[in-house]
């Protein structure tokens, strides 16, 4: 697949060496050509007629860009240079094997130099262009970095154990976390409405959780062990399938945050443009005992507890900061990277 060719620096385009180097050599094919006959009479020619640097200013005047005022005013007083070297040189009384070389390059380089000037002005307008196309596109916002849900599934677990010798985990925690692109986000901050859909929906997935957990706890209360160690696999076995059930909530939950944000986007075109990231972190307190045995938290690989309590808990966390959800959240839940490219 072939790209567009990235277009040559000014630089490039008004490099003036080459002019230098041809001059430089115009005057070692006359130097040539005078031999001992007439190397005197150049050499005074040189000193007294041709004593301004016509090269160094030639490899200079480039550096001027973009200044036009004085691209305009130096290329004059190179071609003043030039007009007065190629007379001195004309009425100077050497041969014409002598003269030519000069002569030719002189004019040669002056030809040069006014393409130059206008290619001077071209690079300019193009420029100028740039610049007003560039400051009349629109401005986006930078991202921001919004706590879209936050859930404890444990209240509602609680409320469901009646069996006096089963305990739950104290906390079981959701937390949806998305770094949204400014336009989207400040949108997002006044349809409240929308926001609230989000919400609901995200909790709906977190219910269908609490569902297998409490179908999970039930198998155990209707079947007490008989023994401490039955207890213990119990315990081990309830605590899994809680992690399970947690881990799939989380990436559900985040799945449906995901089609949230990206429905809301394809309704409004002019948020097409729009970027997020969205991750799922979850976090298990405590630990599942039966007949009164703690399953240690340690031998089952227990989460860091979270520190935010609160079930459905809505409304909009802006982060001072917007770090990237990848290196902050947990390795447990989904991790999604969504972009769309403006119409």
């Known amino acids: 697949m072939?790209?567009?060719?990235?277009?040559p620096s000014p630089s490039t385009v008004l490099d003036t060496s080459v002019l230098r180097s041809?001059?430089?050599?115009?005057?070692?094919?006359?130097?040539?050509?005078?031999?001992?006959?007439?190397?005197?009479k150049l050499a005074a020619l040189h000193k007294e007629k041709m004593k301004d640097r016509l090269g160094p200013d030639?490899?200079?005047?480039?550096?001027?860009?973009?200044?036009w005022s004085k691209l305009q005013h130096e290329k004059g007083e190179l071609d003043k240079k030039i007009d007065t070297y190629s007379k001195a040189v004309?009425?100077?009384?050497?041969?014409?094997?002598?003269?030519?070389?000069?002569?030719?390059?002189?004019?040669?380089?002056?030809?040069?130099?006014a393409t130059r000037l206008e290619k001077a002005e071209a690079l300019l307008s193009t420029d100028l262009k740039a610049t007003m196309k560039a400051s009349q596109?629109?401005?986006?916002?930078?991202?921001?970095?919004?706590e879209v849900v936050s859930f404890d599934l444990a209240a509602n677990l609680k409320a469901h154990n009646k069996a006096t010798f089963l305990t739950v985990p104290d906390a079981l925690m959701i937390e949806i976390t998305a770094e949204v692109d400014g336009d989207l986000y400040k949108e997002l901050k006044v349809d409240t409405t929308r926001a609230a859909r989000i919400q609901e929906s995200a909790k709906a997935k977190a219910d269908s959780a609490v569902a297998e957990m409490i179908k999970a706890m039930e198998a155990v209360a209707n079947k007490r062990p008989l023994d401490k160690?039955?207890?213990?696999?119990?315990?081990?076995?309830?605590?899994?399938?809680?992690?399970?059930?947690?881990?799939?909530?989380?990436?559900?939950?985040?799945?449906?945050?995901?089609?949230?944000?990206?429905?809301?986007?394809k309704g409004k075109t002019h948020l097409l443009h729009c970027r997020f990231k969205s991750g799922a972190k979850i976090g298990?307190?405590?630990?599942?005992?039966?007949?009164?045995?703690?399953?240690?938290?340690?031998?089952?690989?227990?989460?860091?507890?979270?520190?935010a309590v609160g079930i459905a808990r809505g409304g909009f966390a802006i982060a001072q900061e917007c770090a990237e959800l990848a290196s902050t959240c947990d390795t447990v839940g989904a991790l999604v990277k969504t972009q769309f490219a403006a119409l």
């Not at 030639?58 to 200044?67: A, F, H, I």
């Not at 559900?252 to 945050?257: F, G, I, L, Q, S």
């Not at 089609?259 to 809301?264: G, N, P, V």
């Open 2 to 7: 072939l790209s567009a060719m990235a277009s």
């Open 22 to 40: 041809k001059w430089k050599t115009a005057k070692a094919a006359a130097e040539k050509a005078a031999g001992k006959n007439e190397g005197s």
């Open 58 to 67: 030639l490899e200079d005047w480039p550096k001027l860009y973009p200044n």
């Open 90 to 113: 004309k009425e100077s009384g050497l041969t014409d094997p002598v003269k030519n070389p000069m002569l030719v390059a002189l004019k040669e380089i002056k030809t040069a130099m």
């Open 137 to 146: 596109e629109p401005q986006h916002l930078p991202p921001v970095k919004w």
């Open 229 to 265: 160690k039955a207890a213990e696999e119990a315990g081990k076995a309830l605590y899994q399938k809680f992690h399970i059930a947690l881990d799939k909530a989380g990436k559900e939950v985040n799945a449906e945050v995901e089609k949230q944000l990206d429905d809301y986007k």
């Open 284 to 307: 298990i307190t405590g630990t599942c005992m039966v007949l009164a045995v703690a399953v240690s938290a340690a031998s089952h690989g227990a989460f860091t507890p979270i520190a």
